[in-house]
């Protein structure tokens, strides 16, 4: 039982250093990728009829790459396990566990932008923001690029890292994959598009479903990671509870507005939302404090939830799946 807990320990460990070190894999290895190639080829032979017909199609094919992957993982690791002993899978745990979440690819996009924008070079700061945003960039200005690129950060530290670690830390590797496809499929399928707007239909729920918990549960540590860094988590914590409705789904705001607080700005999306009291940024190292808060918080709550929950939860949880796996082997 004791080496279960260390191995769980390691696997945690070193998935949270591959990030940080490493950052993503290329992309012809990258499981994401694979995901995103499978949820696209069912969407393009997907034929549209009638409203009701899609809604049940756009279920088959949120749940194809919903039991596909978290089985394939699953049933992948439990035959490493059973041939290549325990420490073997304890890494293979480990890099597939970084592949589901990302601390620093986020930071890795934005950093440019900022850059771009230190230099005064509107139009590379704008095709950086391209990357990133489905917005049409090409006609923001300095204040609205900055306010994209640290909204994106804000916004994925629910989808690209609060939640998958969350998911990790209650079922281990099979609930953070089956996270990880519903995040994909509501970021391919889920938006409001003519269309997807009824293929997409479920995928949209179900994100929202899987990141509720998370999109609040990660503003204490905002609040906690900004009060390390002396930035204003008092007003973090009063533009969060101000503006936690003030977009469209039901999880965005909540980070976003207790950020742009923290920040003393605002983050606006033209004719969307605008989150939070202060101004519109203008410097554009705003960029950089946003992922500052982003990094500390993910830190903070890796070592205070995530840990522990997987060692003595989530690995539990893996390794009865992986045995149930191999038993009807």
Not at 14 to 34: F, T
Not at 160 to 174: D, E, K, Q, T
Not at 285 to 293: E, F, L, M, N, P
């Amino acid at each position: 039982m004791m080496e279960l807990y260390y191995l769980a320990a390691l696997i945690a460990v070193l998935g949270l250093l591959l990030d940080l070190l490493l950052g993503e894999p290329p992309n012809a290895l990258h499981p994401v990728v694979w995901i995103g190639k499978t949820i696209g080829f069912l969407d393009k032979r997907t034929k549209r009829t009638t409203p009701r017909a899609d809604r049940a199609k756009g279920i088959f094919v949120a749940l194809v790459p919903l039991l596909l992957f978290p089985f394939a993982f699953t049933l992948l690791l439990a035959l490493t396990h059973d041939l290549l002993g325990s420490l073997v899978w304890a890494v293979a745990c480990a890099i597939v566990m970084k592949t589901m979440f990302a601390i620093t690819a986020m930071e890795r996009h934005v950093r440019p932008i900022m850059k771009a924008l230190e230099a005064n070079d509107l139009e590379a700061a704008r095709k950086g923001a391209s990357r990133i945003v489905s917005r049409d960039v090409n006609q923001l200005d300095r204040e609205h690029i900055i306010s994209c690129a640290a909204e994106s950060a804000a916004e994925n530290t629910v989808d690209s890292v609060f939640s998958p670690l969350f998911y990790f830390g209650l079922g281990g590797i099979p609930l953070m994959v089956f996270y990880r496809v519903s995040n994909t499929l509501d970021a391919m399928v889920g938006y409001m598009s003519e269309r997807h707007l009824y293929i997409g239909w479920f995928s949209a729920k179900l994100d929202d479903v899987m990141n509720w918990v998370c999109a609040r549960l990660c503003v204490p540590f905002i609040l906690m990671a900004m009060m390390l860094l002396r930035l204003d988590w008092q007003n973090a914590w009063a533009m969060g509870k101000k503006y936690k409705k003030a977009t469209a789904s039901p999880n965005k705001g909540w980070s976003m507005s207790a950020f742009a607080g923290g920040l003393g700005i605002c983050f606006e999306k033209p004719g969307v939302y605008r989150l939070g009291d202060g101004p519109l940024p203008t410097d554009p190292k705003v960029i950089g404090r946003t992922v500052a808060v982003m990094k500390v918080s993910a830190l903070l709550f890796f070592l205070m939830v995530v840990l522990p929950s997987f060692m003595f939860i989530g690995i539990e949880v893996q390794v009865y799946l992986e045995q149930l796996l191999t038993g009807w082997l």
